[in-house]
């Protein structure tokens, strides 16, 4: 009878322990998942203007490269054309006459306009983070910021005050740390 009792006193211990256990691994992702979602809105915070800094910027250069690119292939074009008027008097003369509007006989003129004035290509800008929006609108709002940053801050004094195991360590798991 005393070893009948004995063992269901250990299952029951065993038990208690499984139990306590579960509960502590419990507690212990609870803790952490909440710390994660406090840094995750602490980083949208503080980040997200900076993100957005950096994005328009980006997309500034993008777009100066492409006039830089634009604005080097008409000084090539005017340096072709420059040479060809000290070197070219062919390439003089039909100049000429395209500017006063004449024509040399037997020649049909089709008007175009000027490569100068073409419009160039619009530049190829690179495409906007998915969440563009809520990004722009994240930098743009400070009162959104705040309330990100103090509901992190809430949830931080939540996992550390509610989270976290209560139970003392035992002796023999203190001496062995």
């Keep these: 009878m005393d070893d009948d009792r004995d063992s269901t006193t250990s299952d029951v211990a065993a038990s208690s322990d499984w139990a306590d256990d579960w509960r502590a691994g419990l507690l212990s992702c609870a803790f952490w998942l909440t710390l994660l979602v406090a840094a995750c809105l602490y980083a949208a915070a503080t980040l997200g203007p900076k993100v957005v800094s950096l994005t328009v910027r980006q997309h500034e250069a993008l777009r100066q490269a492409a006039r830089a690119a634009g604005l080097a292939a008409d000084v090539e074009q005017r340096e072709l054309e420059m040479r060809a008027f000290e070197r070219d008097a062919e390439f003089v003369a039909a100049r000429a006459r395209q500017g006063l509007r004449l024509s040399a006989p037997g020649e049909i003129l089709i008007p175009a306009a000027p490569a100068s004035t073409r419009p160039a290509a619009p530049p190829a800008d690179a495409p906007l983070p998915p969440l563009w929006p809520q990004l722009r ?41």
């Design 137 to 177: 609108e994240l930098a743009e709002n400070g009162l959104l910021r705040a309330r990100l940053l103090t509901t992190a801050a809430a949830l931080v004094l939540f996992g550390f005050t509610f989270l976290h195991d209560r139970r003392p360590v035992p002796r023999s798991r203190a001496a062995s740390q």
